[in-house]
């Protein structure tokens, strides 16, 4: 390893010489830490337990502890790079182990979280607790915004060691009295952690455990010789009171950091302590690291102009590092809103990947916010961008498949029981897999059976809770659904005799049982391996996975008495992410994260997005609800403001920045609503986009495809798209191979719908149907979805219309009512929305039949539900008259519809279900009405419209010889082997939803 001159500097400093190290991003920092430790532990004297390297994030004690591994070829005690708060932690096991007890629990942010929780809510219920200001009453306190501020607070006490007395001071002089009710929780809560203790070991939060190092180093002697803090610009208050001990101890301090890239000033990060480290600890050396190794020319320039807007934080001087990188550039993108950006963003990535070859795993996007990360990264894997969230917990929990693990935990431990939510999510669920299609048969197969044993049905859902429940429910009922939900029950009755026996299996051991038996571990891993979208949510899948068993396992080792019970209720309570150490693969996959979450990383390409004002910089207040930030700048003597805000800001721009050693894109929303950052002034602009094609092999195939049958194209053309889908069909590529191609198959058969000879069945609303559209009418027909909601609920009112009184508006919504638990609503809102629907539509059919009556209208029993059947010819008409209206000799067939849309007065007239009743009556087909009564024509009746009834006039003899002439002709082509669609009304209406739609929709996508 060849060093510059000032790197040179470090290494030669004296055995017990501290100083002080800056340098910009890319001048060398890490890599002189590594060459420094190999050299102090290669001098006579020193071993490896001489040394420790602190870095300023996990993450990056990880890489760097490899490296350092790598470099230095001695056997060491342990580990040489560590993160503060794992050195303190290590200091209390070794005091714990003198004194013959346990190390302390150290609790994890989401388990503080549910403390606090539990604290708060307690005092609300108690009538107790510290005086907290009005506007932070009860309904604040309880939100986990709330908490997590007061973490925060609590966090900032605890480093500026302030006890109690000290926070209710500070309240005081500066009127803040949330502080001092902050104190009096603070207080509590170590109460609480004195008692919270496995055999008479306490617990410990991470702000508290530096303190309690510190205390244990100051009272001790020296431990180490040499302390080397890499990314020194991150440190906080407790960590710098521990460094600070260390070297009170004797110990030799070198400290590397640039003011100018600190990223977790909102966790307590003072960029300025890197530059008074020295005079803090009593030592004046300082070296500026020279050259800048990692950029070119462009690159530094850029990110000097950038870095000149921030207060220097008594540094600056290392700005003037020469640029000594290859070359590089970086440009700024300026989009017209979300979508376009992750579209952009796409195509830079896929464009330096396959154009410039740049693997996947050496670029990186950068998002001032963790949800802009999680948006883009789904927003890029359904562009078919390889992606990889950096920070690990965001992968356990909201993810479905983590969620539905432990919802079957849930009811395996007995903490919850089958109900009928669960069932139908248990059911659904990727582990599972039965779709919407696959559901409704499964309900429909066990109401089936529960109707033919003479059991009273209670909704869908609340029968597949049964079946899970018990497998005898599926008794009878076959299918590949019903094997499904037979397997699942299986599995989940075993697991839970597992979890209720004398030696029960533990969370992880329950939860490896029900991943392992749902079967689809293969199926995943072999899509990951594949390309595209698939590959993109078979990666997220599997890391949820893996993920929640790593926190499971954690949380068994950390709680070895606590059954699995108490895991489910500690992840459901949990209201922060849950963290997860467990490995995922990186090398081929673009990084997402934020500037804190990419520190000590170097990358070829970097996409810094969202650069807009509001968003990034973000000038709201840092803990504006409690003051966080300003308690811990007022514990120092300073105070906090906006152009501090705007400085860190700044850095953690200049930080993603500085990641790329070849070339940045910084895409910015700029709208009538958005504008770019400022300080993207200074950047120079992006060219327009010459070719703005994704570059997916999802659009070349369908690219390929429109050529192939362009009768435009040249055959040349057309030739070489053919050549160009037999290529990607051999390697596999969807949608490539003719045989993947809709409509290329011969059909089945050209035999007409009904054999000749064969009589032709039509109902009467298969006549307006057909000749609304014929395609809607066969589709329909030979490949029917299942009744909708709508139509259960009609079906439902017309059984209440048929066995209730009419007129009794209160005796037909409870007819209603009595059968409501057999319709299955997504939400209860909506149930709720639909029952005042139907309330007011059985209050209108009872207005309807008190008026009718009123004119000396009646309706006999066996005039309800009246089937009749009519022969013309091999044609036979039959179908169901919802009832029939007398008065006198005179006869009115009324047709009830629950929907909204009432035809039009001249639509009514021509009417073909209406027109087909009154034929059925004037050819005697309908057994109550004799020949010889008048007819009073036929009327639709729509209870939901203001004017709710619409009447067809009386046929006389020459109309209804014309509509039986329809009705054959209309059979005819019923039973033909063709149908075709004609876009006219229905197939253009919006709300018409016919099968037909998907012929004449227009394209929403690109």
């Given at each position: 390893?060849?060093?510059?001159?000032?790197?040179?500097?470090?290494l030669?400093?004296?055995?017990?010489?501290?100083?002080?190290?800056?340098?910009?991003?890319?001048?060398?920092?890490?890599?002189?830490?590594?060459?420094?430790?190999?050299?102090?532990?290669?001098?006579?004297?020193?071993?490896?337990?001489?040394?420790?390297?602190?870095?300023?994030?996990?993450?990056?004690?990880?890489?760097?502890?490899?490296?350092?591994?790598?470099?230095?070829?001695?056997?060491?005690?342990?580990?040489?790079?560590?993160?503060?708060?794992?050195?303190?932690?290590?200091?209390?096991?070794?005091?714990?182990?003198?004194?013959?007890?346990?190390?302390?629990q150290?609790?994890s942010?989401?388990?503080?979280?549910?403390?606090?929780?539990?604290?708060?809510?307690?005092?609300?219920?108690?009538?107790?607790?510290?005086?907290?200001?009005?506007?932070?009453?009860?309904?604040?306190?309880?939100?986990?915004?709330?908490?997590?501020?007061?973490?925060?607070?609590?966090?900032?006490a605890?480093?500026?060691?302030?006890?109690?007395?000290?926070?209710?001071?500070?309240?005081?002089?500066?009127?803040?009295?949330?502080?001092?009710?902050?104190?009096?929780?603070?207080h509590?809560?170590?109460?609480?952690?004195?008692?919270?203790?496995?055999?008479?070991?306490?617990?410990?939060?991470?702000?508290?455990?530096?303190?309690?190092?510190?205390?244990?180093?100051?009272?001790?002697?020296?431990?180490?010789?040499?302390?080397?803090?890499?990314?020194?610009?991150?440190?906080?208050?407790?960590?710098?009171?521990?460094?600070?001990?260390?070297?009170a101890?004797?110990?030799?301090?070198?400290?590397?950091?640039?003011?100018?890239?600190?990223?977790d000033?909102?966790?307590?990060?003072?960029?300025?302590?890197?530059?008074?480290?020295?005079?803090?600890?009593?030592?004046?050396?300082?070296?500026?690291?020279?050259?800048?190794?990692?950029?070119g020319?462009?690159?530094?320039?850029?990110?000097?102009?950038?870095?000149?807007?921030?207060?220097?934080?008594?540094?600056?001087?290392?700005?003037?590092?020469?640029?000594?990188?290859?070359?590089?550039?970086?440009?700024?993108?300026?989009?017209?809103?979300?979508?376009?950006?992750?579209?952009?963003?796409?195509?830079?990535?896929?464009?330096?990947?396959?154009?410039?070859?740049?693997?996947?795993?050496?670029?990186?996007?950068?998002?001032?916010?963790?949800?802009?990360?999680?948006?883009?990264?789904?927003?890029?894997?359904?562009?078919?961008?390889?992606?990889?969230?950096?920070?690990?917990?965001?992968?356990?929990?909201?993810?479905?498949?983590?969620?539905?693990?432990?919802?079957?935990?849930?009811?395996?431990?007995?903490v919850?029981?089958?109900?009928?939510?669960?069932?139908?999510?248990?059911?659904?669920?990727?582990?599972?897999?039965?779709?919407?299609?696959?559901l409704?048969?499964?309900?429909?197969?066990?109401?089936?059976?529960?109707?033919?044993?003479?059991?009273?049905?209670?909704?869908?859902?609340?029968?597949?809770?049964?079946?899970?429940?018990?497998?005898?429910?599926?008794?009878?009922?076959?299918?590949?659904?019903?094997?499904?939900?037979?397997?699942?029950?299986?599995?989940?009755?075993?697991?839970?005799?597992?979890?209720a026996?004398?030696?029960?299996?533990?969370?992880?051991?329950?939860?490896?049982?029900?991943?392992?038996?749902?079967?689809v571990?293969?199926?995943?891993?072999?899509?990951?391996?594949?390309?595209?979208?698939?590959?993109?949510?078979?990666?997220?899948?599997?890391?949820?996975?893996?993920?929640?068993?790593?926190?499971?396992?954690?949380?068994?080792?950390?709680?070895?008495?606590?059954?699995?019970?108490?895991?489910?209720?500690s992840?459901?309570?949990?209201?922060?992410?849950?963290?997860?150490?467990?490995?995922?693969?990186?090398?081929?996959?673009?990084?997402i994260?934020?500037?804190s979450?990419l520190?000590?990383?170097?990358?070829?390409t970097?996409?810094?997005?969202?650069?807009?004002?509001?968003?990034?910089?973000?000038?709201?207040?840092?803990?504006?609800?409690?003051?966080?930030?300003?308690?811990?700048?007022?514990?120092?003597?300073?105070?906090?403001?906006?152009?501090?805000?705007?400085?860190?800001?700044?850095?953690?721009?200049?930080?993603?920045?500085?990641?790329?050693?070849?070339?940045?894109?910084?895409?910015?929303?700029?709208?009538?609503?958005?504008?770019?950052?400022?300080?993207?002034?200074?950047?120079?602009?992006?060219?327009?986009?010459?070719?703005?094609?994704?570059?997916?092999?999802?659009?070349?195939?369908?690219?390929?495809?429109?050529?192939?049958?362009?009768?435009?194209?040249?055959?040349?053309?057309?030739?070489?798209?053919?050549?160009?889908?037999?290529?990607?069909?051999a390697?596999?590529?969807?949608?490539?191979?003719?045989?993947?191609?809709?409509?290329?198959?011969?059909?089945?058969?050209?035999?007409?719908?009904?054999?000749?000879?064969?009589?032709?069945?039509?109902?009467?609303?298969?006549?307006?149907?057909f000749?609304?559209?014929?395609?809607?009418?066969?589709?329909?027909?030979?490949?029917?979805?299942?009744?909708?909601?709508?139509?259960?609920?009609?079906?439902?009112?017309?059984?209440?219309?048929?066995?209730?009184?009419?007129?009794?508006?209160?005796?037909?919504?409870?007819?209603?009512?009595?059968?409501?638990?057999?319709?299955?609503?997504?939400?209860?809102?909506?149930?709720?929305?639909?029952?005042?629907?139907?309330?007011?539509?059985?209050?209108?059919?009872?207005?309807?039949?008190?008026?009718?009556?009123?004119?000396?209208?009646?309706?006999?029993?066996?005039?309800?539900?009246r089937?009749?059947?009519?022969?013309?010819?091999?044609?036979?008409?039959?179908?169901?008259?919802?009832?029939?209206?007398?008065?006198?000799?005179?006869?009115?067939?009324?047709?009830?519809?629950?929907?909204?849309?009432?035809?039009?007065?001249?639509?009514?007239?021509e009417?073909?279900?209406?027109?087909?009743y009154?034929?059925?009556?004037?050819?005697?087909?309908?057994?109550t009405?004799?020949?010889?009564?008048?007819?009073?024509?036929?009327?639709?009746?729509?209870?939901?419209?203001?004017?709710?009834?619409?009447?067809?006039?009386?046929?006389?003899?020459?109309?209804?010889?014309?509509f039986?002439?329809?009705?054959?002709?209309?059979?005819?082509?019923?039973?033909?082997?063709?149908?075709t669609a004609?876009?006219?009304?229905?197939?253009?209406?919006?709300?018409?939803?016919?099968?037909?739609?998907?012929?004449?929709?227009?394209?929403?996508?690109?």
């Amino acid at each position: 390893m060849t060093l510059d001159a000032s790197q040179r500097a470090v290494l030669d400093l004296p055995d017990d010489a501290s100083a002080i190290v800056l340098g910009v991003a890319g001048a060398g920092k890490t890599t002189t830490v590594v060459e420094l430790v190999a050299e102090r532990i290669a001098r006579p004297g020193w071993t490896g337990g001489d040394v420790l390297v602190l870095a300023g994030s996990r993450a990056a004690a990880t890489r760097l502890r490899d490296r350092l591994a790598a470099r230095v070829d001695v056997v060491t005690p342990g580990p040489l790079a560590r993160t503060a708060a794992s050195f303190a932690y290590a200091l209390l096991g070794e005091q714990a182990l003198a004194l013959g007890v346990d190390r302390p629990q150290l609790l994890s942010g989401a388990e503080q979280d549910g403390m606090l929780a539990d604290l708060l809510e307690g005092h609300v219920d108690l009538g107790s607790g510290p005086a907290w200001p009005e506007h932070l009453g009860p309904g604040v306190r309880e939100q986990q915004g709330f908490r997590t501020e007061l973490r925060d607070v609590l966090a900032r006490a605890s480093e500026q060691g302030l006890d109690r007395s000290a926070l209710e001071a500070l309240a005081r002089e500066h009127d803040r009295p949330e502080w001092a009710a902050a104190g009096a929780v603070q207080h509590e809560l170590d109460q609480v952690l004195a008692l919270a203790h496995r055999d008479g070991v306490g617990a410990v939060d991470a702000a508290s455990l530096l303190a309690r190092a510190a205390e244990i180093v100051a009272t001790g002697e020296r431990r180490l010789r040499l302390l080397v803090v890499d990314d020194a610009q991150e440190l906080t208050e407790g960590a710098t009171r521990l460094v600070a001990a260390l070297h009170a101890t004797g110990t030799a301090v070198i400290a590397f950091g640039d003011p100018d890239t600190a990223t977790d000033m909102f966790r307590g990060a003072d960029p300025s302590i890197v530059g008074s480290l020295g005079a803090r600890l009593g030592f004046s050396r300082r070296i500026d690291l020279a050259i800048d190794h990692r950029h070119g020319t462009a690159l530094r320039a850029a990110i000097g102009d950038l870095s000149a807007r921030i207060g220097t934080a008594l540094g600056g001087t290392h700005r003037a590092a020469e640029a000594a990188g290859g070359d590089g550039a970086i440009a700024v993108h300026r989009v017209d809103g979300a979508v376009e950006q992750a579209r952009r963003i796409a195509r830079i990535l896929r464009r330096r990947h396959l154009v410039d070859g740049v693997p996947w795993g050496e670029m990186a996007v950068v998002t001032r916010s963790g949800r802009l990360a999680a948006e883009l990264e789904r927003s890029l894997a359904d562009l078919e961008v390889p992606t990889l969230r950096e920070g690990g917990g965001s992968a356990v929990r909201g993810s479905s498949v983590a969620d539905d693990l432990v919802a079957m935990l849930a009811v395996v431990t007995g903490v919850e029981t089958i109900g009928p939510e669960h069932a139908r999510r248990i059911l659904s669920s990727p582990l599972v897999g039965l779709d919407a299609v696959g559901l409704r048969r499964l309900r429909r197969a066990v109401r089936h059976r529960a109707i033919a044993e003479e059991r009273v049905p209670g909704s869908g859902d609340e029968l597949l809770a049964e079946a899970l429940a018990d497998d005898a429910a599926l008794n009878g009922v076959g299918g590949p659904e019903a094997r499904i939900a037979r397997a699942v029950g299986s599995r989940l009755r075993y697991a839970a005799e597992l979890a209720a026996s004398d030696d029960p299996d533990t969370a992880v051991e329950l939860l490896w049982r029900l991943w392992d038996g749902a079967g689809v571990a293969d199926a995943w891993r072999e899509a990951a391996l594949g390309g595209g979208s698939d590959a993109a949510w078979a990666h997220r899948r599997l890391d949820s996975v893996v993920a929640l068993l790593d926190h499971a396992a954690r949380h068994a080792e950390r709680h070895a008495d606590v059954r699995a019970d108490e895991f489910v209720r500690s992840w459901r309570s949990a209201a922060l992410e849950l963290d997860s150490l467990a490995g995922r693969q990186v090398a081929a996959s673009v990084r997402i994260g934020t500037p804190s979450q990419l520190v000590s990383v170097e990358l070829d390409t970097v996409v810094v997005a969202g650069v807009q004002e509001g968003a990034w910089p973000n000038l709201r207040p840092r803990g504006s609800l409690l003051g966080a930030q300003l308690l811990g700048a007022h514990a120092l003597g300073g105070v906090t403001t906006v152009t501090d805000v705007a400085d860190d800001e700044l850095r953690m721009l200049v930080h993603a920045v500085s990641r790329a050693r070849a070339v940045v894109h910084v895409v910015a929303i700029e709208t009538e609503e958005e504008r770019p950052a400022r300080w993207l002034a200074v950047l120079p602009d992006a060219p327009d986009e010459v070719d703005a094609r994704g570059r997916t092999l999802r659009e070349l195939v369908g690219t390929l495809r429109r050529l192939l049958v362009d009768d435009q194209a040249a055959a040349s053309t057309r030739a070489d798209a053919a050549a160009a889908l037999a290529r990607l069909a051999a390697e596999g590529v969807p949608g490539a191979d003719p045989a993947q191609w809709a409509g290329l198959a011969d059909a089945t058969t050209d035999a007409p719908l009904v054999d000749e000879g064969e009589p032709v069945r039509v109902s009467p609303s298969a006549l307006e149907g057909f000749e609304s559209c014929a395609v809607d009418w066969a589709v329909s027909r030979l490949a029917p979805t299942g009744s909708a909601t709508p139509q259960a609920i009609g079906t439902i009112v017309h059984a209440a219309v048929e066995h209730a009184d009419a007129a009794d508006p209160a005796a037909l919504l409870a007819a209603v009512e009595a059968r409501w638990a057999e319709l299955a609503f997504r939400s209860p809102w909506e149930s709720a929305r639909e029952r005042g629907i139907v309330e007011q539509i059985v209050v209108a059919i009872a207005d309807y039949v008190r008026t009718e009556r009123a004119l000396g209208w009646r309706i006999d029993v066996g005039d309800h539900e009246r089937r009749f059947e009519l022969a013309i010819g091999d044609v036979v008409l039959s179908g169901s008259i919802d009832w029939i209206e007398r008065r006198g000799d005179e006869v009115r067939i009324v047709d009830l519809k629950t929907g909204r849309a009432k035809p039009s007065g001249p639509a009514i007239a021509e009417h073909a279900q209406l027109r087909a009743y009154q034929l059925a009556a004037d050819r005697g087909a309908i057994a109550t009405v004799a020949p010889e009564t008048t007819s009073a024509g036929a009327r639709l009746l729509y209870p939901r419209d203001p004017k709710p009834i619409g009447d067809q006039a009386a046929l006389d003899a020459t109309e209804l010889a014309e509509f039986e002439t329809r009705v054959v002709d209309v059979a005819a082509r019923m039973a033909a082997a063709t149908f075709t669609a004609v876009p006219l009304e229905h197939c253009l209406n919006e709300f018409a939803h016919g099968q037909c739609e998907i012929h004449v929709r227009r394209q929403v996508t690109e």
